[in-house]
């Protein structure tokens, strides 16, 4: 087996979480306990998607509040919190409660750009301000000045019995160089270098300069890296679907097998005049999947890999993917689980 030049340093996992409208605490229930299995198990970081107005978690930082308070040790991220839907103050004073509560362990991920559907939802969004809202990067550098202590107000001090700060309460140290851009062009990584953030990769980017999904991220990271002051030893983490069949059922095998097939008619060509692609999901023995990923360039740049789990398993299959990434597929990388 062909070696990458260092072995993975820092593995996570990725989970949507989905749940029935109509009983939606099993869903989130599912989501922690899969937290709790991945802090037994070694991973580094778990992470959870956000999803508005879907049955997935729409509140990814109040989930991560409660996991807090179920995990010691494992890194809690979002991946990604789109910041079009957000208050850049508000959400700072959530994220740093968070990264309180877990003692500095919150990775925060987050996107901008319009709220997906914005002309659906507008007006119940934003009904007032809609056409002056501003969704550029300059909702992530107010997010980002927020955290690092800049004045959120102009007065500090007492009145009448009650103590105001001018910056958001709490305060948590560090917690702006552990946020993290979910970038899928060659705009947005150079952009996320230059801010000197982490990066975010995923089984989604866009086709500028090549039509093979490799490449593409691979100039991603280039480009991140040549803008970043840490150049070379800039954090980026790469994500791609894979699922380790090593100690699943026939059953399950051939549900994953058939869910990736479902989705790889969508892999190998561009979509829409944003030119989307698509990376194919892996499946099968942990042992071809490493395989796999040591060929590809991009993930020869990377020491860090979330894997994102498939959206419509049952809890039962991500127990079983998790517990072969952890014991199977991790080794297989170079990983080894945390202590």
């Known amino acids: 087996m062909p ?7 820092r593995m996570g996992f990725l989970t ?4 029935d409208g109509a009983a939606p605490r099993g869903g989130h229930e599912s989501v922690l306990g899969i937290i709790e299995l991945g802090e037994r198990l070694g991973f580094d970081s778990a992470w959870v998607r956000h999803r508005h107005l879907q ?6 930082v109040a989930v991560l509040a409660a996991a807090t308070q179920r995990t010691s040790r494992i890194a809690l991220g979002t991946a990604v919190i789109p910041l079009g839907w957000e208050n850049p103050l508000r959400l700072a004073e959530d994220l740093a409660t968070v990264d309180v509560l877990s003692g500095g362990r919150l990775n925060p991920g987050v996107s901008v750009g319009p709220p997906m559907h914005f002309d659906r939802v507008k007006r119940a969004l934003y009904p007032d301000t809609a056409e002056a809202e501003d969704f550029s990067h300059h909702r992530v550098r107010r997010l980002l000045d927020l955290l690092r202590g800049a004045p959120a107000s102009d007065f500090s001090g007492t009145e009448g019995i009650e103590e105001y700060a001018d910056h958001v309460q709490p305060h948590s140290p560090g917690l702006a160089d552990r946020v993290w851009y979910g970038g899928a062009s060659l705009g ?4 996320a270098g230059e801010q000197g953030m982490n990066l975010l990769t995923s089984n989604v980017v866009k086709a500028e300069e090549a039509e093979d999904f490799a490449q593409i991220q691979l100039s991603h990271i280039r480009r991140f890296r040549e803008h970043h002051p840490d150049g070379e030893r800039a954090r980026v983490s790469q994500g791609l679907v894979v699922i380790p069949t090593d100690s699943a059922t026939p059953e399950q095998r051939a549900k994953y097998e058939a869910y990736a097939e479902r989705r790889r008619a969508r892999t190998g060509t561009t979509h829409g005049p944003r030119r989307i692609m698509y990376a194919p999901d892996l499946v099968g023995p942990s042992a071809q999947i490493a395989e796999q990923l040591y060929a590809d360039p991009a993930f020869q740049q990377v020491r860090e890999a979330v894997f994102p789990l498939p959206f419509t398993f049952e809890h039962a299959d991500y127990v079983q993917i998790l517990t072969d990434i952890a014991t199977h597929l991790g080794p297989a990388l170079g990983w080894h689980p945390a202590t």
């Open 3 to 9: 070696l990458t030049p260092e072995p993975l340093r």
């Open 16 to 19: 949507i979480g989905l749940f």
């Open 55 to 60: 049955y997935g978690i729409s509140s990814p």
């Open 188 to 191: 947005s990584a150079q952009w």
